[in-house]
């Protein structure tokens, strides 16, 4: 074939090909203003319709009115993000200022409940039977703190000042229950010893240490002391006489340890659900360094004026944006913890109680952290409860403490006050220590506040108080007026009032986790 007949052939081809091309163009008409078709997904029609009313634009540009509306919506929608997403921080911030004495916490005084802690408490899911202790611990002022603990405890844990777990103390913490010295590094410590999350014993001028180091400044330290022979009076003796916490600089000559009882006494650790709350955490993120949080956290909470070392000063427009977002996020916050709609959260098939801790993991992480992170399930326990631990979400045999909580009846309704409830507790409780089931007030997610100054229920305490089926079970009853018969089993409610109740196992054992024991369904009897 010659050069000429060659060329002619590939100039032939070329013709068709570039014909088809030019067709295949052609047959796509260009889209009006442009020079070429513009997929619809990129092009923002001129006016539609959304949550945020009508929205409309010249060419894509939006219009002045929809910018106001859109960045009005885009404060208010991250108002109500940082409620939800820092109401860790604003909960550990309330239970600080509740420590406060002369305008200021120390880690020398301790608040105890000697004789339990009763209904006048807001405190979040607080139980009454146990001796609690509580204590902030300041970092920054005092530098690496040691507590030190006796044989013998309950379990005690320590939390950073966004609720994230530091430490725990007692039987599931590194001492096994058998007390000792620990050691807590403030977030700006550089010397050698290792502090990792969960602690790690290190020997200190001879002595043992379990050492751990915290992202905050502000810690919170809570420990529980069983009853013996039903009653508080061994532990209220054994932290009065054996805790003591002090500076690490200050261990051959510590403070005087003071010990305040809170016992029946009315004071408030619960943060604010209003316009406040945005103060509460503002507070928390002006005092804490930097890395503290991470960046995208951290810009969130500025998106809306609360920096670290500026001022919370928000002009009428955000201040009156930020109400709304608080009255939303409140009551979103509400709706997750009432009508769950991730069905791993209940603990049985076809029953209502649901897991104490959503998601099964302390650190609210979905599938190992391959789901991220369970925003609503944060924002669901940290409504209702305190205490971040492993402890709570790890098969602990016989240590530790599993819990429970019952919003709904076995019909899926909310539960009132006005109306009766039996509930069943099979025999033989799953816990070396003791079940208990305590009654709480929808609002302030504290005790009820009712006659019964101790709304609850105690397998140990009141063991030969309450009457018993033939099968060993207890027939427990929520009420307006106690049923004939029944009075040692009963506990009052509200009318025109709901009610949750809350299930706890300490030192829980193999049937609870193998759900070979279950308690019955909170039954509706009128």
Known sequence: ??????????????????????????????TPGYNTKIPKGLLTPDKYPTRVGDIEFFDGIPTAATAEALYNHLDYIRGVQTFLTGMPAASLEAIRRSEMHDGKTSSNRVSIFDTLMDSNSLFLTGNTDTVYVSVILNLKEDGPTVIELPAGTGPGTVNDAFFRFVVDTGAPGPDAGKGGKYLILPPDYDGELEGPVGGQETEIDGETYFVAQSTSWINW???????????????????????????????????????????????????????DFYKELHTVIDREP???????????????????????NPDLRMKNILIKAAEVA??????????????ADFIYEGS??????????????????????????????????????????L????????????????????????????????ADPPAENFLSIVLYDPQTRSQLQTGQPFPSYNSEKHKDKVTYNEDGSVDLYFG?????????????????????????????????FEKTWRPGDIELLD
Request: net charge negative.
């Open 330 to 343: 409140n009551a979103t916050a509400r709706t997750l913890l009432w009508y769950e709609r991730n069905p």
């Open 1 to 30: 074939m010659g050069i000429f007949k060659s060329l002619s052939i590939a100039a032939g081809v070329a013709a068709v090909v570039g014909g088809l091309s030019a067709g295949a163009v052609r047959a796509d008409d260009p």
């Open 290 to 312: 930097v890395a503290f949080l991470d960046p995208e956290l951290r810009g969130l909470f500025t998106s809306i004026g609360v920096q670290k070392g500026k001022p919370f």
């Open 221 to 275: 330290f809570i420990a529980r002391g069983f009853l013996k022979d039903g009653k508080p009076d061994f532990s209220s003796k054994l932290f009065r006489e054996g805790l003591k916490i002090y500076p690490l600089a200050a261990k051959d000559n510590p403070p005087e340890m003071v010990f305040t009882d809170k016992s029946g006494v009315a004071y408030n650790t619960i943060h604010s659900t209003d316009f």
């Open 395 to 426: 098969k602990l045999v016989g240590k530790g403490s599993q819990y429970a909580w019952g919003a709904l009846d076995e019909n899926g309704d909310y539960l009132d006050g006005s109306k009766s409830y039996r509930l069943n507790i099979p």
């Open 352 to 393: 209502y109680w649901k897991v104490g801790f959503p998601g099964g993991n302390y650190e609210f992480l979905l599938d190992d952290g391959a789901g991220g992170r369970d925003l609503d399930g944060r924002t669901e326990f940290f409504y209702f409860a305190t205490v971040n631990t492993p402890a709570m979400t």
């Open 480 to 512: 307006p007026e106690a049923p004939e018969g029944w009075e040692n089993n009963w506990i009052e409610t509200v009318p025109g009032k709901g009610f949750f109740a809350i299930l706890r196992l300490y030192s829980p054992t193999e049937p609870w």
